[in-house]
């Protein structure tokens, strides 16, 4: 088990408190800092394409966050899924599969299904194996992890996000 599978137990009960809108608010803020997580630089850690799409992708989610039916601003569904999933294909940068899977749960709810609890904790999960991965751990066990200061933070910073945005009921 990693040791965000022991530091998120007990989150299913703060996000089954919060609207949908704030689930997605919170996956969505999840996904923009672990983005601005990477070390030294979202730019230095990806390809060119691979920033641009992610910071595309993010400004649609953001720009639609409050649109109960909202989808993908501005591009075509199976376009969006088929560049995002290709970006795995093109850029081999650790943590970018980890990535690429929080974007497409977090695109899929938009578009078939409201955004569950099981869905927030596999988004925030995904961000948290996107930073693990790009920190290239040898041998990863809880304590390397907790030794290692980027996925320290990525986990408090995670905790924080689900504690806040469950005071906003």
Known sequence: MLLWDYESDGWDSLISGMTEELRRDLSLTCIEGTTESFHPSLE???????????????????????????SIAVRDEEVFFDDLHALIDEDP??????????????????RNRPLGNEDVLGILSSCYEAILNEERIPRV?????????????????????????????
């Open 141 to 169: 066990t809880p304590e390397t992890e907790r030794e290692n200061e980027n996925c320290r933070r990525a986990l408090e910073a995670q905790r924080d996000m689900v504690i806040n945005f469950s005071r906003r009921q």
């Open 44 to 70: 230095a850690s990806f390809r060119a394409h691979t920033v641009n799409f992610i910071r595309a992708a993010l400004r649609d989610f953001r720009d639609n966050l409050g649109d109960s039916a909202s």
């Open 93 to 110: 940068a650790p943590g970018l599969a980890a990535l690429v899977m929080a974007f497409s749960d977090y695109a899929d709810c938009l």
